[in-house]
Nanobody
Framework: QVQLVESGGGLVQAGDSLRLSCAAS????????MGWFRQAPGKERELVAA????????YYADSVKGRFIISRDNSRNTVYLQMNSLKPEDTAVYYC?????????????????WGQGTQVTVSS
């Protein structure tokens, strides 16, 4: 059993920065791949960034590449998403997820555990 709790969302203006945190409890998940997804109203949930088990492989959506950075602190069982130069298009609920199988997945149905999400709103 893995439980995930996201934090760090909020209301910001375009150009601002936020750092999202995802704390895992119930089981050590440092050996699992982890990802950040987001879902805007009326749109499908999409992968924003993912990081592999050994922090060697990372993935970023084209829309956030160069602005967002995913990282993790294995000692604290926490994954972060640093979001810089935020745009109104980044407005969404952001979800942390864990993939227990081998590899870094890009599809939401490949992930096994999910947090409840944290709202990020970027005003223009």
């Amino acid at each position: 059993q893995v439980q995930l709790v996201e934090s760090g969302g909020g209301l910001v203006q375009a150009g601002d920065s936020l750092r999202l945190s995802c704390a895992a409890s119930g089981r050590i998940v440092s050996s699992y791949a982890m990802g950040w997804f987001r879902q805007a109203p009326g749109k499908e949930r999409e992968l924003v960034a993912a990081i592999g088990r050994f922090n060697v492989l990372t993935y970023y959506a084209d829309s956030v590449k160069g602005r967002f950075i995913i990282s993790r602190d294995n000692s604290r069982n926490t994954v972060y998403l640093q979001m810089n130069s935020l745009k109104p298009e980044d407005t969404a609920v952001y979800y942390c997820a864990v993939k227990t199988s081998v590899g870094v997945g890009r599809r939401s149905d490949e992930y096994d555990y999910w947090g409840q999400g944290t709202q990020v709103t970027v005003s223009s």
